[in-house]
């Protein structure tokens, strides 16, 4: 009994049932290249996770709330830069700030500590189960583009290409093994809940489409175009990176998991020569485009369009882009990651206009195609995202879907 008189597991049994917080990471799935943790680094995570959720579901509402009650009065913002600036000056919109900035590299480093302890370790579990497979297709003399090279994405030192041994996937590891964090435990067990997304649509929306080759441009370690090898058993799957830690760390995890038919191809997806006009009946970028340049996505239209076959269709998918309809608060809080998580081509790209950049790249304008997906998870130990109405401007599992269908001439 408690001080009441009521039944301490009475208490207790009350508060598991009314949880609503993020499972707890040791549901996370291990494969055959994860990293081994300790006790203490998995609470790390579970920390983070709890934080990010916490600084969504808790703290961002009274951003807007400071927003509305002291920027916003008296004021007449035209643009999403106009409103960045005056939240800045708000003390609740900078303690927010400074948390979410700090929480990420917490992440980055609790990956870090993890993975680079057991570098040469992972390396050697990675060329285990790759050497030798021609399923791996690396270029040591590829030139990697500015916009790789000199970013750390997501505030991950080195981002997704640099090598700190012969075979190494040690950021490919810390990527994979954060993600639960960085997301709460959205993305489900494999972290790959965008990809199932992405799979179930296209056989939701389009059920007569078979496609017998696909191509997944920039594919880091592979957890979103792995669901769609699995729906597609049938087909060939070219993923295509930069980064040669993550198509190291990519196959391995593939094969782990028992997925035989993707191949990992080291390149950059501006220009592929090495595939022949009208090859792939699908292109897909997942999440992708906001990492590349203005003037690099233009490039990778026209290649999309260049590679599908007649007939064959093409889906990037994203967050949502900026638009009138959008609120110009909205606008500025989704900018954050430009300015202060490492992305410093989010903001250009979400106020492109892609249907646009589509029919300039050769896409019929009638041939468009727009949806939305959201997180395919276990509902029986994550949250579903389609049933979640909080937003995280940014990083919420949910995205739309812009794409095109190739005319058959």
Known sequence: ???????????????????????????????????????????????????????????????????????????????????????????????????????MEMRQQAGRWVTLRQQEELAARAASLTEGDPRLVLDPSLKLPRYVSSIDHHCMPGSYHTEYGPGDVANAANYDSGLFATTGGMLGTWSDGGGQAVARWVTRNLPDFKPKRILDMGCGLGHNVLPIAQAFPDAEIVAVDVGAPMLRYGLARAKSLGVENVTFVQANVESLPHFADGSFDWVQTTMFLHETSYSSMQRIFKETHRLLAPGGIVLHVEQPQYSPEM??????????????????????????????????AGFARDSLIHGGVTAVVDKSVFPDAADDNGEDYGRKAAWHVVGARKEVV
């Open 1 to 103: 009994m408690d001080g009441s008189g009521k039944p301490v597991q009475d208490r207790d049994g009350a508060l598991v049932a009314a949880y609503d917080g993020p499972p707890d990471y040791r549901v996370v799935g291990r494969h055959g290249v994860f990293p081994d943790m300790t006790h203490d680094e998995i609470e790390r995570f579970n920390f983070l996770a709890h934080m990010n959720r916490h600084l969504a579901g808790r703290v961002m509402p009274a951003v807007k709330n400071a927003f509305e009650t002291r920027v916003a009065p008296g004021q007449s913002f035209t643009d999403r830069h106009q409103v960045r600036r005056a939240l800045t000056r708000d003390p609740y919109w900078q303690l927010w700030s400074a948390l979410r900035r700090n929480t």
């Open 327 to 360: 609120p110009l608060f909205e606008q500025a809080m989704r900018d954050w990651d430009a300015f202060y998580n490492a992305e410093p081509f989010w903001t250009k790209m979400h106020e492109a206009d892609l249907d646009a950049w589509m029919v300039q």
